[in-house]
C-alpha cells in the first residue's frame, strides 16, 4: 500500500513569523513616537507645573524676575474630594478635583505645605452646599472663589497675593 505524504505548511509558519515581525515594528514606532511626543510636551514652557522637576534636577537658584519666568504659572493638585452634600430629603455627594493656581515655585512649595488645613476647610465647605447650589455655573464660580480664599488664608503671608485661581479637574454629584 502506498503511503500519502502530507505536505509540511511552511507557508503558514512564515506568515505567523512575518506577522509577528510587522507587529512588533509598529509597537516600536508607536513607543519612538510617544517617547518624542512627551519630550516635546516636557520642554513645552508655557506653564511649569508643581512636582515636575525631582528636587536634585532642580536649578539652585533662579532670580524672581528674570525674563524665563516671567508668566509662568505653577498648578498644585489637590487629591480628589469627596463629601457629602446638604441635602435634607436624600443622601448626594459630591466628588470634586481641584487644582489651585499659584503664580511661582515657591509659592506652589508654601502651598503644598498648607495643605492638610486647606483641605478640611474645603471639606467642610462642600458639605455645608446643596446639590442646586452646585450645579449651576454661579454655584461652581463661588465655590471656585471661596477655595481660593482659602488657600489664601493658610499659605504664608509672604505668598498670599500669589494665589490666582482654583480650577476643578473633575466634578461629579450624585
Known amino acids: 500500500m502506498a503511503e500519502a505524504i502530507v505536505p509540511v505548511k511552511r507557508a503558514r509558519t512564515w506568515l505567523f513569523v512575518l506577522g509577528g515581525l510587522v507587529l512588533l515594528i509598529v509597537i516600536a514606532a ?5 517617547l518624542i511626543h512627551n519630550k516635546q510636551l516636557a520642554s513645552f514652557e508655557t506653564y511649569a507645573y508643581a512636582g515636575s522637576q525631582p528636587d536634585d534636577e532642580a536649578p539652585a537658584a533662579e532670580p524672581a524676575a528674570s ?3 516671567a508668566g509662568k504659572h505653577v498648578f498644585t493638585a489637590l487629591d480628589m474630594f469627596t463629601a457629602n452634600l446638604a441635602e435634607r430629603d436624600q443622601d448626594r455627594f459630591a466628588q470634586v478635583g481641584i487644582v489651585i493656581e499659584v503664580g511661582d515655585p515657591k ?6 505645605a498648607a495643605v492638610p488645613p486647606i483641605r478640611s476647610e474645603i471639606l467642610l465647605l462642600l458639605t455645608s452646599k446643596t446639590a442646586d447650589e452646585l450645579l449651576s455655573l454661579k454655584g461652581k464660580q463661588a465655590l471656585a472663589a471661596q477655595v481660593v480664599d482659602i488657600a489664601r ?8 497675593s500669589s494665589v490666582h485661581a482654583a480650577h476643578f479637574s473633575s466634578f461629579v454629584i450624585q
Do not use: C, D, T, W
Open 153 to 160: 488664608k493658610y499659605i504664608a503671608p509672604e505668598f498670599r
Open 30 to 34: 508607536m513607543a519612538a513616537l510617544l
Open 67 to 69: 525674563p524665563s519666568n
Open 107 to 112: 509659592a506652589g512649595a508654601a502651598l503644598k
